[in-house]
């Protein structure tokens, strides 16, 4: 069955490190994206990507960096991390260009920046 | 700016029907999903709307007008197992989902 898997599902880092949040999925979709998921707020997006070699900058993208290489892949690096980086991170992936096709979410990673 | 507004909390007893309602302003507007998210899990697709009216996916239901900025989502014959949070989102102009914070439903026996 395809999915969306994300690793590692748990980090805890130390301020200033770089980390690199791994994102892969396995339904052959174009879009892909990065969200954060912090208590009293929605899901605020970090980064999509429309297909390979072509990345964008969502709402919240300042201290964060993606490169797609692959259909498979979306990578997520903290150049350094801060603590208001400490949040639980999504990626998603959905087929159809556009934006308004169902989006299927990976498991999420906790990230605690101490 | 853009903004969604749903209430943070509800409280509905096993067997019953709750409304979630959800209102959003968004520069243009390409249609309205709602998503569940169990505790601690990922987001799932529960329905997306872009005309007006109610669409009907067994226990679940979820209603839109866009003249009004406004939907909510049905939930008949409530089960344990609709305890989590229900993430309204709408697509902007840029075809961009703006999310809301979520309802938390407690569901109580």
């Known amino acids: 069955d395809a999915e969306i898997t994300q690793s590692p599902r748990h980090k805890i880092t130390e301020t200033g490190r770089q980390v690199t949040l791994a994102c892969h999925q396995t339904w052959n979709h174009n879009n892909m994206f990065w969200y954060r998921q912090d208590l009293g707020h929605g899901l605020r997006l970090i980064h999509y990507s429309y297909g390979v070699q072509d990345t964008n900058k969502g709402e919240v993208s300042d201290g964060y960096s993606v490169s797609r290489s692959n259909t498979e892949d979306l990578p997520l690096t903290l150049e350094s991390a801060a603590s208001s980086q400490t949040s639980v991170y999504f990626c998603?992936?959905?087929?159809?260009?556009?934006?308004?096709?169902?989006?299927?979410f990976g498991p999420g990673t906790r990230l605690t920046v101490l | 700016g853009q903004n969604i507004d749903q209430p943070t909390e509800m409280t509905a007893t096993e067997g019953a029907i709750v409304q979630i309602n959800c209102t959003y302003q968004t520069s243009g507007f390409n249609g309205l999903f709602w998503y569940q998210q169990h505790a601690g899990e990922a987001p799932t697709f529960l329905s997306y709307?872009?005309l007006d009216g109610l669409e009907e996916k067994g226990r679940f239901s979820s209603f839109l007008s866009r003249s009004k900025g406004y939907s909510y989502l049905l939930l008949k014959e409530l089960q344990m197992k609709d305890s989590a949070s229900y993430l309204c989102?709408?697509?902007?102009?840029?075809?961009?989902?703006?999310w809301g914070a979520g309802t938390k439903l407690i569901i109580k026996p």
């Open positions: 709307n872009v």
């Open positions: 998603a992936s959905s087929l159809l260009a556009g934006g308004s096709d169902t989006q299927y």
């Open positions: 989102a709408a697509l902007d102009s840029n075809y961009q989902l703006i």
